[in-house]
């Protein structure tokens, strides 16, 4: 055998010893990426900015990392509903893991469809889509929160003879808001209060245009003698930027109840602006989102289809069932003291 031949021949066996030791090591290389790979769940919300503050947001990603997921909040710019069904797009093209949607309205309810049909599990949170293929809702009682903030207003107008109420809603369409509404006049025919009620105001989630609402409704028609926010939206700002409405509330002329309980609302409520605020559970809404989506999208833990919430009533001086503004604030946006126990189907109301 010549040097030649023989070079060739441990060239050879050198190759195949190369290929061999490839070929174990690449299904090696796979099976460890796979295992590192967390899950990937996003939650698409109604909006791009966070309304839950920092000392939250931290809560959620300890829950995600105890979890092993890979969980992010991301949300369109304005409320967009476009830019919304987008991003649910998106993701299904990404082929994430799983999808929490809060729902701007009906295009949403499509997307969530599409994206179940095209194999991505989706839970509901906050808002939902209850004729749509979701796999689960967790959030609160729309309707129980509309009537509750009715329990509110009637106990502000016992005894005051016949009211004209405006109601303030933020994107016509949005199944969350609609119940709201439906709940708080379902309420108050079950309470049999004599109630006339005006044509309802979108303001489209945005501050300035449900101040705006509320204002120029109060300077067209002094008769208005109550107002139902469904959310939070006017009572971002300060007393100064509703003169009117805080100016007919103290003199007993108007009375203003809502959804949601934000600190500039809260001190509407502490100075009499406000009679009453209806809170949804703050901290499952935010850090429980994230264990619900993957227990029920991710390992198929069975919930029921409607995942509900308890309220918290406040009102100035807080009283049975209730708790006062003062102390809810402190509660909630001092302390932080949210609860954030971990989900479980028992918490289902």
């Excluded at 796999?135 to 729309?142: I, K």
Aim: charged share 20%; hydrophobic share 40%; proline share 5%.
């Amino acid at each position: 055998m010549s040097n030649f031949t023989s070079g060739k021949l441990r060239c050879s066996a050198l190759l195949a010893s190369a290929l061999l030791v490839a070929s174990s090591v690449v299904p090696m290389t796979s099976a460890a990426y796979a295992q590192d790979k967390k899950p990937v769940i996003r939650y698409v919300f109604k909006f791009s900015t966070k309304w839950w503050p920092p000392e939250i947001d931290k809560k959620i990603q300890e829950n995600a990392a105890r979890l092993g997921v890979d969980y992010e909040v991301v949300g369109p710019e304005n409320g967009d509903i476009a830019k919304q069904v987008e991003m649910i797009e998106n993701y299904v093209s990404d082929k994430v893991d799983a999808l929490v949607v809060s729902s701007l309205g009906p295009a949403t309810c499509q997307a969530v469809d599409d994206a179940i049909a095209a194999g991505v599990p989706v839970v509901m949170g906050d808002g939902d889509c209850s004729e749509s293929t979701r796999l689960g809702y967790y959030g609160s009682n729309n309707l129980s929160l509309g009537a509750d903030a009715a329990t509110l207003f009637a106990e502000a107008v016992k005894d005051k003879g016949h009211q004209r109420v405006l109601v303030v809603t933020g994107t016509p369409g949005a199944q969350n808001l609609q119940e709201r509404e439906q709940g708080f006049k379902d309420k108050v025919k079950d309470l049999a209060l004599d109630v006339e009620f005006l044509p309802t105001i979108p303001c489209y989630e945005d501050t300035q245009k449900a101040i705006d609402a509320i204002e120029s409704s109060l300077r067209a028609d002094p008769s208005i003698t109550a107002v139902y926010v469904t959310a939070l939206w006017p009572f971002q700002a300060s007393a100064a930027s509703l003169p009117l409405m805080t100016a007919k509330a103290k003199e007993g002329k108007l009375v203003v109840v809502n959804v949601d309980a934000f600190p500039n609302g809260l001190k509407l409520v502490e100075d009499g602006y406000i009679y009453g605020q209806v809170s949804q559970n703050l901290g499952q809404l935010t850090a429980g989102m994230v264990e619900y989506a993957n227990q029920v999208a991710l390992n198929g833990v069975k919930y029921p289809s409607v995942c509900n919430l308890a309220n918290q009533l406040i009102t100035k001086d807080g009283g049975s069932g209730r708790i006062s503004a003062a102390e809810f604030n402190k509660k909630i946006w001092t302390d932080f003291d949210w609860d954030t126990h971990p989900v479980q189907v028992t918490d289902c109301q």
